[in-house]
């Protein structure tokens, strides 16, 4: 009798173990076991570097939503994301959507910037307003090579006339 009693809770502490595992799996996991709440939006960007998918997509600085996919579209060789954006959010048809950096070496992410237009975006549109991420090396190599100048102009057009014969 007092072995049965020994077996029957060790029997329920392995079960209760068990679940718990369970449990923490799906939670650390990530897994929606009742289907997913979020709709799907695309993004058409000239260049998507350093971004992955599940990278965070936000609004405001508040998470509303995934990078799904990447994928070079073979027709305008513009790379495409798809986003899964939590349902209940309205996004409108003039939104921004850029590739940011999170602090200076940080992860990239999609930041949307919604607009003021009453139409909204439906599930499975794209957004075309995009700005793509910022290219350190690009950006140094213009400084040190010559193509910015230490006053922040930058090669162009002389500013106020000057240079160009005009007198002030």
């Given at each position: 009798?007092?072995?049965?009693?020994?077996e029957l809770s060790v029997g329920i502490f392995v079960l209760i173990g068990l679940l718990a595992v369970g449990y923490m799996a799906v939670k650390l996991g990530k897994v929606d076991l009742m289907g997913d709440n979020?709709?799907?939006?695309?993004?058409?960007?000239?260049?998507?570097?350093?971004?992955?998918?599940?990278?965070?997509?936000?609004?405001?600085?508040?998470?509303?939503?995934?990078?799904?996919?990447?994928?070079?579209?073979?027709?305008?060789?513009?790379?495409?994301?798809?986003?899964?954006?939590?349902?209940?959010?309205?996004?409108?048809?003039?939104?921004?959507?850029?590739?940011?950096?999170?602090?200076?070496?940080?992860?990239?992410?999609?930041?949307?910037?919604?607009?003021?237009?009453?139409?909204?975006?439906?599930?499975?549109?794209?957004?075309?307003?995009?700005?793509?991420?910022?290219?350190?090396?690009?950006?140094?190599?213009?400084?040190?090579?010559?193509?910015?100048?230490?006053?922040?102009?930058?090669?162009?057009?002389?500013?106020?006339?000057?240079?160009?014969?005009?007198?002030?």
């Amino acid at each position: 009798m007092k072995r049965d009693n020994i077996e029957l809770s060790v029997g329920i502490f392995v079960l209760i173990g068990l679940l718990a595992v369970g449990y923490m799996a799906v939670k650390l996991g990530k897994v929606d076991l009742m289907g997913d709440n979020t709709y799907l939006l695309k993004a058409r960007f000239q260049s998507v570097s350093g971004l992955k998918t599940d990278a965070r997509v936000e609004v405001a600085g508040v998470e509303v939503g995934k990078v799904a996919a990447i994928h070079l579209d073979s027709e305008t060789m513009a790379a495409m994301v798809d986003l899964k954006i939590r349902q209940g959010l309205k996004l409108t048809v003039d939104t921004i959507a850029s590739v940011r950096t999170s602090g200076l070496i940080g992860d990239k992410f999609v930041k949307l910037s919604p607009g003021g237009m009453p139409t909204n975006l439906a599930p499975g549109e794209t957004i075309t307003d995009t700005e793509s991420p910022l290219e350190i090396e690009e950006l140094i190599g213009k400084y040190v090579f010559g193509g910015v100048d230490s006053k922040g102009g930058g090669k162009g057009p002389e500013k106020d006339g000057e240079k160009s014969g005009e007198k002030k």
